[in-house]
C-alpha cells in the first residue's frame, strides 16, 4: 500500500522522483486556456510564471485525468514534473471539488507505478481535499498482479516496475493539524480496506470459493477484534436456511453465511450491512450463455464490500455497532442442482418456487436479510450485483438506491454523492409484485422482465422484517470496470459501495444520518 504522509517543504528541495500538479481547463473569461492550479506556484516561479505556456506546447489541455510529464527546472531534487488535468476549473472564487480531486491523484498516481516516492502539490484548501488526495492515491496506485509472473518470481527490476507507487508526500497540508493527520489516516485506512475488497473481487473463483471468502474473513477478524461466526452446511440445514442452501446446492464448495459483529462500547445505534457472496455465478440450470459468464467472478462484490466496510468501521474506531452478513455460495449446474421449477423453504418460512436459477442473488440475500432483521438493527442496508436490468438502467458507473423508507434512500444517496460515488435512487412500484405470484409457492424468485431491477428490489423487501428500515443497492453496473482504468478506477474489481458504507456508519456514529 502507499505511504501516506503531509509535509510543509517547498518544492524545489524535496527529494523525491516527481511532484505531481494539477492543470485545468479555464473557463470564461479564460475559456481555452491552460490554467495552472494553485499548489504549483514554486515550480511555475521556476519557469519565469510560463509553466502554462510550456505545458500547451506539450499538448496539455487540463482535461480529466490527462497526464502530461516534463522535466523539471533547474535547482529542483525532483526529476520530474508530472501535470494531472483536474478538468473545469470551479466557478470564481470556489475551490476544486474533492471528487475532482481525488480523480486526479488516482490517475497520477497510476502514472506513477514503479515509482519510489511522489510529492503531491494539488490545490487543496481543507482536511476533507486532503483525504479526497490521500484516498485517490491510494485507490489509483492499486494493482493486482499476484498472479502474474512477474510478481511471482520476475526479476527484482521487473517486479520494480510494476510496483505500486510506494509512498506519496501530500503538499500543502499542515502536518501538525489533527484535522488534516486525521483525515490522511482516515484516506490510509479506508484506502486499504476497499483495496482489500479489490483483491477479493479479482481473485480467481478457483481460489475463491465460500469457504476461502469465509477463512479470509476469519483472519481478518481475529487481526481486528471482530467477533465472527460462520454457518457451514451442517449449521445452514439445522437453522434452516432454505435460499442460501438452494443456491449452492449445484456446487462442490459448499456455501456458508457468514456474520461479522463490530461493536463500540460508545454505540448508541446498530447497522447492519448484507452483501450477496456469490464466488460464482454459471447461471445454474438456467445456464448463462457465453459472453456473459466471463466476469462472473465479480457476484461476490456486494460481500466484498461489507466485509471491507466493517473492517474499516472497526479500524476506524467508530461509535456505532456494524454488523456485516455476507452469504456466501456458487452457483453452478450439477446433478445437485437446484432446478427451475423447485420450491424453496426459506429461513423466514416463506416458500419460493424458483423459475430462474439464474436469479440467484435474491435468494441468498433473502435469508441474510430475515437474519439481520431478527436483531432490530437501527437500519439495514444490503449491496448486491443483483440485476442486468440495473445496468441497462443505470449504465456502467452508477448504481441504483432501492428502500422502504424514502428518507432513508435520499440519506444514503447523499452519503454516496458526498464519497464520490455516483448513485440514483429508484422506485418499488407495487404492480410489480403481482408479477411474482406462484401458483405453488408464496413467492417466485422471477416476474416482469421489464423493470428487473425493481421487481429483484421488491422480492428483497418480502424478506426485511417487520418495521426495519432498509436500503438495497444494486451495484451489478460499478462493481467491475470491463474498460480502461479512469481516475482512481483499475480495471476489474472497484470496489464500489465501500465508502457509501463506511459514510453512513460515519453518520450514523454522530448521529447526523438523514
Ligand atoms: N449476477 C447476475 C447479475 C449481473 C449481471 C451482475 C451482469 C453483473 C453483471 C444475477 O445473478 C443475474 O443473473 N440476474 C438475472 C436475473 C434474471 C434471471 C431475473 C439477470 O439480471 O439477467
Ligand atoms: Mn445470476
Ligand atoms: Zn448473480
Not at 390 to 398: D, E, K, P, Q, Y
Request: negative net charge; hydrophobic residues 45%.
Amino acid at each position: 500500500m502507499t505511504a501516506l504522509t503531509l509535509s510543509t517543504a517547498a518544492a524545489p528541495g524535496l527529494r523525491a522522483d516527481a511532484i505531481v500538479i494539477g492543470v485545468a481547463k479555464g473557463t470564461a473569461p479564460r475559456s481555452g486556456d491552460l490554467i495552472v492550479a494553485p499548489g504549483a506556484e514554486a515550480v511555475d516561479k521556476a519557469f519565469d510564471g510560463r509553466l502554462a505556456g510550456v505545458l500547451e506546447t506539450l499538448g496539455a489541455s487540463g482535461a480529466e485525468g490527462e497526464v502530461t510529464k516534463l522535466p523539471a527546472p533547474a535547482g529542483f531534487k525532483t526529476p520530474l514534473v508530472l501535470a494531472v488535468g483536474l478538468g473545469s476549473e470551479p466557478e470564481k472564487d470556489a475551490a476544486f471539488d474533492a471528487e475532482a480531486l481525488r480523480r486526479a491523484a488516482g490517475s497520477a498516481a497510476r502514472a506513477l507505478t514503479g515509482a519510489k516516492k511522489a510529492a503531491f502539490a494539488l490545490p487543496v484548501t481543507d482536511a476533507a481535499d486532503i483525504g479526497a488526495v490521500g484516498e485517490g492515491v491510494v485507490l489509483g496506485a492499486y494493482s493486482f498482479d499476484a498472479y502474474k509472473q512477474t510478481a511471482r518470481d520476475g526479476d527484482a527490476k521487473a517486479k520494480n516496475d510494476k510496483a505500486p507507487l510506494a509512498e506519496a508526500v501530500l503538499l500543502g497540508g499542515k502536518p501538525r493539524d489533527a484535522a488534516h493527520k486525521a483525515a490522511l489516516a482516515r484516506a490510509a485506512t479506508v484506502g486499504e480496506e476497499l483495496n482489500r475488497a479489490r483483491d477479493l473481487i479479482n481473485m480467481p473463483p478457483n481460489d475463491l470459493d465460500p469457504e476461502a471468502f469465509a477463512a479470509l474473513a476469519q483472519t481478518a477478524a481475529k487481526e481486528h477484534g471482530i467477533k465472527i461466526q460462520v454457518l457451514d452446511e451442517k449449521a445452514l440445514v439445522k437453522g434452516g436456511y432454505g435460499g442460501i442452501l438452494g443456491v449452492g446446492a449445484g456446487s462442490a464448495s459448499a456455501p456458508r453465511l457468514v456474520k461479522l459483529s463490530y461493536t463500540s462500547s460508545k454505540a448508541k445505534k446498530h447497522l447492519a450491512f448484507v452483501g450477496k457472496g456469490i464466488t460464482y455465478d454459471s447461471g445454474g440450470i438456467s445456464l448463462k450463455p457465453a459472453g456473459h459468464n466471463e466476469t462472473m467472478k465479480c457476484d461476490m462484490s456486494g460481500a466484498a464490500a461489507v466485509f471491507a466496510a466493517v473492517v474499516a468501521a472497526a479500524r476506524l474506531g467508530l461509535e456505532v455497532n456494524v454488523t456485516g452478513w455476507l452469504a456466501l455460495a456458487e452457483n453452478m449446474p450439477s446433478g445437485s442442482a437446484t432446478r427451475p421449477g423447485d420450491v424453496l423453504r426459506m429461513y423466514s418460512g416463506k416458500t419460493v418456487e424458483v423459475l430462474n436459477t439464474d436469479a440467484e442473488g435474491r435468494l441468498v440475500l433473502a435469508d441474510a436479510l430475515w437474519a439481520a432483521s431478527a436483531e432490530k438493527p437501527d437500519a439495514i442496508v444490503d449491496v448486491a450485483t443483483l440485476t442486468g436490468a440495473m445496468m441497462l438502467a443505470l449504465g456502467s458507473r452508477t448504481f441504483g438506491i432501492m428502500a422502504n423508507d424514502d428518507a432513508f434512500r435520499s440519506a444514503v444517496h447523499e452519503a454516496a454523492e458526498e464519497v464520490g460515488e455516483p448513485a440514483w435512487p429508484m422506485p418499488l412500484p407495487e404492480h410489480l409484485r403481482k408479477g411474482m405470484d406462484s401458483t405453488v409457492a408464496d413467492i417466485a424468485n422471477m416476474g416482469e422482465r421489464m423493470g428487473g431491477g425493481l421487481v429483484a428490489g421488491l422480492f428483497l423487501r418480502e424478506f426485511v422484517g417487520e418495521g426495519v428500515t432498509w436500503a438495497h443497492l444494486d451495484i451489478a453496473g460499478p462493481a467491475f470496470n470491463e474498460g480502461g482504468p479512469f481516475g482512481y478506477t483499475p480495471k476489474g474489481g472497484t470496489g464500489t459501495a465501500v465508502r457509501t458504507l463506511v459514510r453512513l456508519a460515519e453518520l450514523t456514529a454522530s448521529g447526523d444520518l438523514g
